[in-house]
């Protein structure tokens, strides 16, 4: 996925932006170098192969800290910075942010609901049809 970092206040890019994924448990993924991330080039442009399940913190000196999930990510690659301190998210954040992202809205609910009635009244259609009933 490509997409870029903003200046939620400017839209200006903003340049060397750390881009660190975390997993469905809410730790940085780290390798044998450091932790398995990115950096936004001077455009504030970055690439990152981001799986379902899997989120991303972008830190930047100067602005608050923002983690993306995958849905998000893949809707629009822009993120938007606010002024701030720049700091790590905590691991409760992090938690926090993984917690409210699995959350289903009734939309959601209803949808998933309706297609599976769906699907069991056109099984039971095709069931008695071939005359199982």
Known sequence: MKGKVLDKGTSQPIPNVQIILIDETGEY???GEGYVGTE?????????????GLYL??????????MKGYP???KSGTVKL???SGTALTK???NA??????????GQWMIGVGI???VIVIILIIAKKLGWF
């Not at 942010?97 to 009734?106: A, C, L, P």
């Open 97 to 106: 942010f993984i917690k409210d992202s699995r959350k289903i809205t009734t």
């Open 116 to 118: 599976g009635l769906f």
């Open 57 to 66: 913190s972008f830190q930047a000196p100067g602005y608050q800290t923002v």
């Open 40 to 52: 936004t080039n001077t455009k504030g442009e970055y690439t990152f192969d981001l799986s379902p």
């Open 82 to 84: 606010e002024d701030g």
């Open 92 to 94: 409760s954040e992090v």
């Open 29 to 31: 993924v780290e390798n």
């Open 72 to 74: 998000d990510l893949v």
